[in-house]
C-alpha cells in the first residue's frame, strides 16, 4: 500500500465518501439488521457527509492508494460552555469525528484510519484541542482496533432494544406518570444521576453551573406528556424514574423507525437491586408499546458498572460507541 493522505475536496471527493460510507453502513447492517437500510444508498449518506463538512471548525482529509480514495475523515471543533445542560459529560473542549464523519474501504480500516487521524490530530492539537474522540459502530471490530492502537478507549454506548416487556419481574412498587408539578422530584432524581456518574470509576465531574439549563431543558420535557416520565414511589418519597425524549443525540445510521430515547434511568442508592429498576422499565415500555414505538434506544457511559450490566441484561444490544483519547497537553510548549 502507498497510502497518501490529501485534504478533502468537496467537488471531486463527496461522491466517494457517500459510497464509502453506504458500503460501510451495508457491512455494519450484515452484523445488525436492526440498523437503517436507507442508508445502503450513496444518496442517503451524501447529506450526512455533508452535515460533517459543514460542522463547526470542520476540517477534512482523504486517504488514496495509487490515486483510489480508499477512506475520508473529518474532525469538527466541539466547545461546550460551562453552563450547558451536557457540561459534565463531555470535555469543555473537544476535537471529535461523529459517526458519519468517517469510512474506510473494508480491509483497510487498520492502516488508513491510523493515517487518516494522524493528519487531522496535528491541526486540532496545534489549535489546543487535547481531548479526541471518535463515534464508530458497535459492531466494528476492525475500526475499534485502528483506534485503540492510537491511544483511544471506549467511554461511551449508545444501545438499543425493542419494547417488549421485560424479561424478569419487577418489584411490586407505585410508578406514575410526573407533571409539570412533579419538577423538584425530577431534579433531585436527576441530581442523584449527575452525582452517580461523578463517582468512581467515571469520574464525569458534576458541573453546577449546569444545573440552570438542565432544570430548564427538564421543565420543557415536562411540559409535553408526549416526553413520558415515569417516576417509582415509595410511600410519598420519589425512588426512581425513567425519562423519555425524542432521540435528537442519536446518529439517523443506527436509528430504526418509531425509535424513542430513553434520556435518564436512576433508581436511589438504596432502592437499588430489588426490582424497583425493572418495575419502572416495564411501565415505561408498556407505555412505549401503547404509544406505537417500536424501539427503545438510550447512552451509558462503558464505565458505568451497574448502568451498563442493567441496560445489557435488560435486552439494550450496543449499537455505537464514543471512543475518547486525551493527549498529554504540555506538547503544547514542550520541544520547542
Ligand atoms: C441502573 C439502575 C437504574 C438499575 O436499577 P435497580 O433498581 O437496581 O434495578 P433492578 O433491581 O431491577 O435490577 C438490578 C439487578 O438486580 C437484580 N434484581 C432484581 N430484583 C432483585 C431481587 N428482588 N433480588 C435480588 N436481585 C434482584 C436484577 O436481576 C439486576 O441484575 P443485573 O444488573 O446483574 O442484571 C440502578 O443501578 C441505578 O440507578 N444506577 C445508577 C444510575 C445509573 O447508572 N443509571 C443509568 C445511567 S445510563
Given at each position: 500500500?502507498?497510502?497518501?493522505?490529501?485534504?478533502?475536496?468537496?467537488?471531486?471527493?463527496?461522491?466517494?465518501?457517500?459510497?464509502?460510507l453506504?458500503?460501510r453502513q451495508?457491512?455494519d447492517r450484515?452484523?445488525d439488521?436492526r440498523l437503517p437500510g436507507a442508508f445502503?444508498?450513496?444518496?442517503a449518506c451524501?447529506p450526512l457527509?455533508?452535515q460533517a463538512?459543514?460542522g463547526?471548525?470542520?476540517?477534512?482529509?482523504?486517504?488514496?492508494?495509487?490515486?483510489?480514495?480508499?477512506?475520508?475523515?473529518?474532525?469538527?471543533?466541539q466547545?461546550?460552555?460551562?453552563?450547558?445542560f451536557l457540561?459534565?459529560f463531555f470535555?469543555?473542549?473537544?476535537?471529535s469525528m461523529g459517526l458519519s464523519a468517517h469510512?474506510?474501504?473494508?480491509?483497510?480500516?487498520?492502516?488508513?484510519?491510523?493515517?487518516?487521524?494522524?493528519?487531522?490530530?496535528?491541526?486540532?492539537?496545534?489549535?489546543?484541542?487535547?481531548?479526541?474522540s471518535v463515534n464508530i459502530p458497535a459492531s466494528d471490530?476492525?475500526?475499534?482496533?485502528?483506534?485503540?492502537?492510537?491511544?483511544?478507549?471506549?467511554s461511551m454506548a449508545a444501545a438499543i432494544r425493542d419494547v417488549?416487556?421485560?424479561?424478569?419481574?419487577?418489584?411490586?412498587?407505585?410508578?406514575?406518570?410526573?407533571?409539570?408539578?412533579?419538577?423538584?422530584?425530577?431534579?433531585?432524581?436527576?441530581?442523584?444521576?449527575?452525582?452517580?456518574?461523578?463517582?468512581?470509576?467515571?469520574?464525569?465531574?458534576?458541573?453546577?453551573?449546569?444545573?440552570?439549563?438542565?432544570?430548564?431543558l427538564?421543565?420543557?420535557l415536562?411540559?409535553?406528556?408526549a416526553n413520558?416520565?415515569?417516576?417509582?414511589?415509595?410511600?410519598?418519597?420519589?425512588?426512581?424514574?425513567n425519562t423519555f425524549m425524542p432521540p435528537g443525540f442519536l446518529s439517523p445510521l443506527t436509528v430504526p423507525d418509531k425509535t424513542v430515547y430513553l434520556f435518564q434511568g436512576?433508581?436511589?442508592?438504596?432502592?437499588?437491586?430489588?426490582?424497583?429498576?425493572?418495575?419502572?422499565?416495564?411501565?415505561?415500555?408498556?407505555?412505549a408499546?401503547?404509544?406505537?414505538f417500536e424501539h427503545c434506544a438510550l447512552h451509558f457511559a462503558t464505565?458505568?458498572?451497574?448502568?451498563?450490566?442493567?441496560w445489557?441484561?435488560?435486552?439494550f444490544v450496543p449499537v455505537e460507541h464514543g471512543m475518547?483519547?486525551?493527549?498529554?497537553?504540555?506538547?503544547?510548549?514542550?520541544?520547542?
Amino acid at each position: 500500500m502507498a497510502l497518501q493522505i490529501a485534504p478533502f475536496d468537496r467537488a471531486r471527493h463527496l461522491d466517494t465518501a457517500a459510497m464509502l460510507l453506504a458500503d460501510r453502513q451495508r457491512r455494519d447492517r450484515e452484523r445488525d439488521a436492526r440498523l437503517p437500510g436507507a442508508f445502503e444508498v450513496p444518496a442517503a449518506c451524501r447529506p450526512l457527509v455533508e452535515q460533517a463538512l459543514d460542522g463547526h471548525g470542520a476540517h477534512a482529509v482523504i486517504c488514496s492508494d495509487g490515486g483510489r480514495v480508499i477512506g475520508f475523515a473529518v474532525m469538527s471543533a466541539q466547545v461546550i460552555p460551562q453552563t450547558h445542560f451536557l457540561a459534565s459529560f463531555f470535555p469543555p473542549r473537544q476535537a471529535s469525528m461523529g459517526l458519519s464523519a468517517h469510512a474506510v474501504e473494508a480491509g483497510a480500516e487498520y492502516d488508513v484510519y491510523r493515517e487518516l487521524y494522524a493528519a487531522l490530530a496535528d491541526r486540532f492539537v496545534s489549535l489546543g484541542f487535547f481531548d479526541h474522540s471518535v463515534n464508530i459502530p458497535a459492531s466494528d471490530a476492525a475500526a475499534r482496533e485502528a483506534f485503540v492502537s492510537l491511544g483511544f478507549g471506549l467511554s461511551m454506548a449508545a444501545a438499543i432494544r425493542d419494547v417488549a416487556p421485560t424479561g424478569r419481574g419487577g418489584a411490586s412498587v407505585d410508578v406514575h406518570q410526573a407533571a409539570a408539578e412533579d419538577a423538584e422530584a425530577i431534579f433531585a432524581l436527576s441530581e442523584e444521576l449527575t452525582l452517580h456518574h461523578a463517582r468512581s470509576p467515571i469520574f464525569n465531574p458534576y458541573i453546577r453551573e449546569s444545573d440552570a439549563e438542565s432544570h430548564n431543558l427538564q421543565r420543557g420535557l415536562l411540559g409535553d406528556t408526549a416526553n413520558a416520565h415515569w417516576v417509582a414511589y415509595d410511600g410519598a418519597r420519589a425512588i426512581g424514574m425513567n425519562t423519555f425524549m425524542p432521540p435528537g443525540f442519536l446518529s439517523p445510521l443506527t436509528v430504526p423507525d418509531k425509535t424513542v430515547y430513553l434520556f435518564q434511568g436512576i433508581v436511589m442508592p438504596d432502592a437499588r437491586e430489588g426490582g424497583v429498576g425493572t418495575a419502572i422499565l416495564s411501565r415505561s415500555m408498556a407505555w412505549a408499546r401503547e404509544q406505537g414505538f417500536e424501539h427503545c434506544a438510550l447512552h451509558f457511559a462503558t464505565a458505568n458498572i451497574p448502568g451498563a450490566r442493567f441496560w445489557l441484561s435488560s435486552g439494550f444490544v450496543p449499537v455505537e460507541h464514543g471512543m475518547r483519547r486525551r493527549i498529554d497537553d504540555r506538547i503544547a510548549w514542550a520541544n520547542k
